[in-house]
Every structure is written in C-alpha cells, then in structure tokens.
C-alpha cells in the first residue's frame, strides 16, 4: 500500500531553518518524482519544489530559490526539503505527494498526498 508521511514542521521563529521529512512506503522514492506543496490558510495549495526520479531537482516558487533544498535518501525511502532563512510567509502546511518518474508542471500529476505538516514562521 502506498502511503506518504510528512513530519518536522514546527514553529520557528523568522530567520530560522527546519527540515521536513516525508516518509514513502509501498513503493521506491528513486522510482518515482516526490514533490513538496503548501497551503496557507485562505490561500490556494501551491507546488514549492519536486525531485525527480534521476535526483534532478525543480523549485517552482521563486520565493524560496536559494532558501530551500530537495533531497532524497534512497536507503531511507525518504524525501526532504531543507529550509533555510524562513519567512512568516513561508507559513503553511506542507504535503508531500508523487508522479511518475518526471516532475510535472501540472499538480494534478501528483498523487498518494500525504496529511501534510504544519510549518509556523513567527516571532
């Protein structure tokens, strides 16, 4: 059974860093995309970064170009996504979900969303 499971947000003050980890079960990580999302409140779900199958990273927010970093631990079964210099916009849940082996610009591509982690950027 396929399952996706996100951890690691927390509150963290403006400045500060964290690492979001999500967990993949059911299936290889190096077989499939796994991409990061976030939804703020009152606000659309937006796609913030992808590592495709052959480890080659996007980031489709610029906003966070420089700030944030996708990887992946094949031995782990398990994506990150490192975020350095947070920002209270940076405020959301966060998802992880899949697509097949490249990463769309299309969310609809995703698949097997995972509960999402709660990230709070706050003095």
């Known amino acids: 059974q396929v399952h996706l499971e996100e951890s690691g947000g927390a509150l963290v003050q403006p400045g500060g860093s964290l690492t979001l980890s999500c967990a993949a079960s059911?299936?290889?990580?190096?077989?499939?995309?796994l991409g990061w999302f976030r939804q703020a409140p009152g606000k659309e779900r937006e796609a913030v970064s992808c590592?495709?199958?052959?480890?080659?990273?996007?980031y489709f927010l610029d906003s966070v170009k420089g700030r944030f970093t996708i990887s992946r631990d094949n031995v782990q079964n398990t994506a990150y996504l490192r975020m350095d210099t947070l920002k209270p916009e940076d405020t959301a849940i966060y998802f992880c979900?899949?697509?097949?082996?490249?990463?769309?610009?299309?969310?609809?591509?995703?698949?097997?969303w995972g509960q999402g982690t709660q990230v709070t950027v706050s003095s």
């Open positions: 059911g299936f290889r990580v190096d077989t499939w995309a």
């Open positions: 590592i495709a199958s052959n480890g080659i990273p996007t």
């Open positions: 979900a899949r697509a097949y082996q490249r990463c769309p610009d299309d969310s609809r591509w995703f698949g097997s």
